[in-house]
T-cell receptor, first 113, second 121 residues
């Protein structure tokens, strides 16, 4: 059974640009969550999607957005990139919100220069 | 606001010895998780603890949960080099929501800062 797949694995962008990251959950999983990991702030929740609906959102500016498609694949977008957006972005999937255990993908390492 | 504290943040362990690391959280939660992260890698799920008194063991690691004290411990038996990594605990709070006439639930993981374990010979 394939795990959570995130693409691309690495990205280098310039300040002011925008970026789209993709996450394909484990087959059959309908809940997808996104997290940002930085050395200073640690792991922080961005948003959660279930059946194409954003069910929860963390404390991030509106430049961070996401969506989920009917096949449960999810994308997150960051517009007007800032240096502080450099981070490892992790996606997690689970069968259902009420089922314990989220499985994480390998992450996308975003560097903003 | 739910907060998760882990201590210590760094622990140098000697091979063969036993150690315990701690995770405290500030409000009631529904689930507690332990994850392991190797440098540059993703999070590997170790344990999910669902109820007070839950204890789970895998190899040299044993996790327990005391919901009254809002405390989870991760006990390491006879540390070996392969256990060197950063260990995160996270708690989950499920919220029941109603929108457009439909009842559902949302949840999010709140992570601690992580504890970096280094096992020396």
């Amino acid at each position: 059974k394939a795990g959570v797949t995130q693409t691309p694995r690495y990205l280098i962008k310039t300040r002011g640009q925008q970026v789209t990251l993709s996450c394909s959950p484990i087959s059959g999983h309908r809940s997808v969550s996104w997290y940002q990991q930085t050395p200073g702030q640690g792991l922080q929740f961005l948003f959660e999607y279930f059946s194409e609906t954003q069910r929860n959102k963390g404390n991030f500016p509106g430049r961070f957005s996401g969506r989920q498609f009917s096949n449960s694949r999810s994308e997150m977008n960051v517009s007007t990139l800032e240096l502080g957006d450099s981070a490892l972005y992790l996606c997690a999937s689970s069968p259902d919100i009420l089922i314990a255990e989220a499985f994480f993908g390998q992450g996308t390492r975003l560097t903003v220069v | 606001e739910l907060k998760v504290e882990q201590n210590p943040l760094f622990l140098s362990m000697q091979e063969g010895k036993n150690y315990t690391i701690y995770c405290n959280y500030s409000t009631t939660s529904d689930r507690l998780y332990w994850y392991r992260q190797d440098p540059g890698k993703s999070l590997e799920s170790l344990f999910v603890l669902l109820s007070n008194g839950a204890v789970k063991q895998e190899g040299r690691l044993m996790a327990s949960l005391d919901t009254k004290a809002r405390l989870s411990t991760l006990h390491i038996t006879a540390a070996v080099h392969d256990l060197s990594a950063t260990y995160f605990c996270a708690v989950d709070k499920i919220t029941i929501i109603v929108w457009s006439g439909t009842t559902g639930a949302n949840s999010k993981l709140t992570f601690g800062k992580g504890i970096t374990l280094s096992v020396r010979p």
